[in-house]
């Protein structure tokens, strides 16, 4: 993330820019229109101390998405599958989390977990290029399963999961098409989870011993 103190000279600077570049509008539900961000907008908000530093937020087709806090329960998920899975990752992939991924123009993205190609550089990954992407949902469900998954089934990503830690299931979105995911299965955390293109990582989430309340 980017920090900068700005004076009031800069500010007016950033302003005028926004006005000079006259930002795409979108409309809400509403039917009142919004103005639509770019992802370059987003880190000059940030340099310019207009988005604190600390906000944590996401750019999902203009609009600013701001991002809850993580619980508890969204914690001893991530952290579980990150040390099971950093033993068994192969070394062609790579695994991180919550990584910004620019789409385009208009969106970037920080989904909770990311599998990639190791021999993919880092400035190159983009959300295609992925072999699997885990949202996980406390009380995120119905946006990662609407809004993120629409986004990600039409960029591209083969296989989206996500793991729902109130109904204890996981959503597992395969066959992106332009309009959603072709193939959505729903899988028990007492059954085997086993990613298309990383074999290598199955696992089923009981065997975390995870005590999520």
């Known amino acids: 993330m980017i920090t900068a103190s700005t004076s009031g000279d800069a500010m007016n600077v950033h302003q005028s820019q926004f006005a000079e570049r006259r930002p795409e509008a979108t409309r809400g ?71 910004t991924l620019r789409t385009d123009g208009s969106t970037f993205v920080e989904p909770d977990l990311h599998v990639w190609p190791s021999a993919i550089a880092a400035a190159d990954i983009t959300l295609a290029s992925s072999s699997l992407v885990i949202e996980i949902a406390v009380t995120s469900l119905k946006f990662d399963l609407t809004t993120k998954a629409e986004l990600y089934s039409r960029h591209g990503v083969t296989e989206y999961w996500v793991i729902d830690t109130v109904n204890r299931v996981t959503r597992v979105h395969r066959e992106p098409t332009e309009t959603g995911f072709g193939a959505i299965t729903q899988v028990a955390w007492s059954d085997r989870l086993v990613p298309t293109r990383v074999p290598e990582l199955a696992i089923r989430l009981d065997d975390l011993g995870l005590n999520l309340g």
């Open 29 to 99: 539900a509403e039917g009142l229109d919004r103005h639509k961000f770019t992802v370059d907008d987003c880190f000059r908000m940030v340099e310019a101390g207009i988005l604190p530093h600390d906000y944590r937020f996401e750019l999902i087709d203009g609009e600013l998405v701001p991002m809850s806090p993580k619980s508890s329960q969204h914690f001893a998920v991530q952290t579980a599958l990150l040390r099971a899975w950093g033993r068994s990752l192969p070394d062609t992939q790579a695994l991180g989390a919550e990584p």
